[in-house]
């Protein structure tokens, strides 16, 4: 049948994405979003928010997984792609170089810390941190990579034998070899694994994404010392909180930190280009590119094509101008303002962490006997389901679309677009206070979601049948 234009797709053929997505792309993801209630029709994103198609405006706490850190659409980025287009450059020559991914390097590498004096292009996190690892045996001549319990790092292969998650891990084994996981935030335990000899590398996210984990005071300090007397090279993971998302243009910021390697992505190309890179050491990247006949020994197809870099180049640009860092710095302080009093307030909040407009909450069960014997039923049954009852109502009563920290986790993580407002930060923090409040009625409350999930699952069931599955 004949491809139609995209104009007429989108004017025509809103409401088939739920049946499209269950019968060519991925009908799980299909099931859970049914179930919660969260299978909406999605149309437009402006800024901080996502819109349906009854024109419903939803404040977006997932931002693309972090991408969104300007919000949705934000017109310089696309102004600058557009640019690119017009312009009809020579991208991606191969047997060649262009001008813009040079000049996003000479712009990343300016911010970045003075270890770190070469940039690598990639497509994506996973992607990069898959550079790293290389970069980081080729240039030490050493196998082992290790990193930290609860790790993300990505789902491709490399990057997925570091990740410190067995949900993610398990079946797709075996995984690469030489790797091996450290207690995050134990150095005794880094030294006498560095103390073997024989580790290429250290990677660690500065702020661990899955659960919003942050370092024991020194921990990254000493981990960085440590590493250098071992000959090992230390590499940030800075795919979710680099540029701005702490309050920092890179999270190791807060703790001095000069690493061998930093990986980026995500909130690089303001959301609208895949792209990501490492940013190397002089000595790492000379140790790996020394000669001609290995000056593409890594590389990748599309890794600093032209529409990326111009991305980039805005994202940066609007960081820049609009002091977007420091607005998410004040932003966090405000929203850690107004949420932390819930840990003394309710007996289910256990924390509320984070750094800049990288939030958590952990729930835990209640004291009293009643509402602890139905969390401990809960989490018998569906470990983590607990969270959903601040995520669904949040979603349904108040229009704010947050997410689950990680899998059999009562933690619940919001990553605003960096470009957030005052009020909707108030208007966040005061839905929190609203849902947990409602949660710690834990009976009631889990009746209620209870009611709500059934209905997801009895639509999720019927979707099945139309579908003949």
């Not at 996210?205 to 005071?217: M, R, S």
């Not at 101008?321 to 307030?345: N, Q």
């Not at 009293?368 to 983590?384: D, S």
């Not at 470009?419 to 710690?440: L, P, Y």
Request: net charge neutral.
């Amino acid at each position: 049948m004949p491809v139609p234009e995209i104009r007429e797709l989108l004017a025509t053929r809103v409401g088939e994405e739920m049946a499209l997505n269950d019968r060519h792309l991925n009908p799980q993801l299909g099931r859970i979003l049914r179930t919660l209630g969260f299978d909406r029709s999605w149309v437009s994103g402006e800024g901080p928010y996502l819109i349906d198609a009854g024109g419903d405006r939803y404040l977006d706490l997932i931002c693309g997984y972090g991408v969104f850190a300007l919000g949705r659409n934000h017109p310089d980025v696309i102004a600058a792609v557009r640019e690119v287009l017009d312009a009809r450059t020579a991208n991606l020559p191969q047997l060649g170089v262009t001008l813009l991914t040079g000049v996003l390097a000479e712009q990343l590498l300016a911010l970045a810390p003075g270890s770190v004096e070469a940039m690598v292009p990639a497509n994506s996190g996973t992607e990069a941190v898959e550079a790293a690892i290389k970069i980081a045996r080729a240039a030490t001549r050493r196998a082992r990579v290790l990193y930290a319990d609860h790790a993300f790092h990505g789902l491709s292969l490399g990057s997925l034998s570091l990740n410190g998650n067995d949900e993610f891990r398990a079946g797709f084994g075996p995984l690469l070899p030489g790797c091996d996981p450290v207690p995050f935030g134990d150095a005794g335990a880094l030294e006498r694994e560095l103390a073997r000899g024989d580790v290429a590398a250290l990677v660690l996210e500065p702020i661990q994404g899955k659960g919003v984990n942050l370092p024991p005071d020194g921990y990254l300090q000493e981990a960085q010392r440590l590493c250098r007397a071992a000959g090992t090279l230390l590499v940030c993971d800075e795919v979710q909180t680099g540029l701005g998302r702490t309050g920092r243009f890179f999270a190791l910021e807060h703790w001095d930190v000069q690493p061998d390697l930093i990986c980026v992505a995500k909130a690089l190309s303001g959301g609208m280009i895949p792209t990501g890179a490492v940013l190397v050491s002089r000595r790492a990247f000379d140790a790996v590119f020394d000669g001609m006949e290995r000056a593409v020994r890594h590389g990748s197809t599309f890794g600093g094509n032209d529409l990326a870099a111009a991305a980039g180049l805005a994202t940066l640009r609007v960081l820049e101008r609009d002091g977007v860092v420091e607005h998410a710095r004040r932003m966090g302080d405000l929203l850690f303002d107004l949420t932390r009093p819930l840990v003394d307030r309710h007996e289910i909040v256990r924390d509320v962490r984070g750094r800049g407009l990288m939030w958590a909450i952990e729930l835990g069960a209640p004291r009293r006997a009643a509402g602890r014997t139905v969390f401990t039923t809960v989490e018998r049954a569906q470990p983590g389901l607990f969270a959903q009852l601040v995520t669904v109502p949040l979603f349904h009563r108040h229009r704010i679309l947050c997410q689950v920290a990680g899998h059999r986790m009562n933690v619940v993580k919001a990553l605003p677009a960096l470009v957030i407002d005052e009020h909707e930060v108030r208007r966040f923090a005061a839905a929190v206070a609203d849902v947990v409040q409602e949660a710690e009625r834990t009976p009631s409350a889990m009746a209620r979601l209870g009611l709500q999930l059934a209905r997801g699952t009895a639509r999720a069931r019927r979707s099945r049948i139309a579908a003949g599955r």
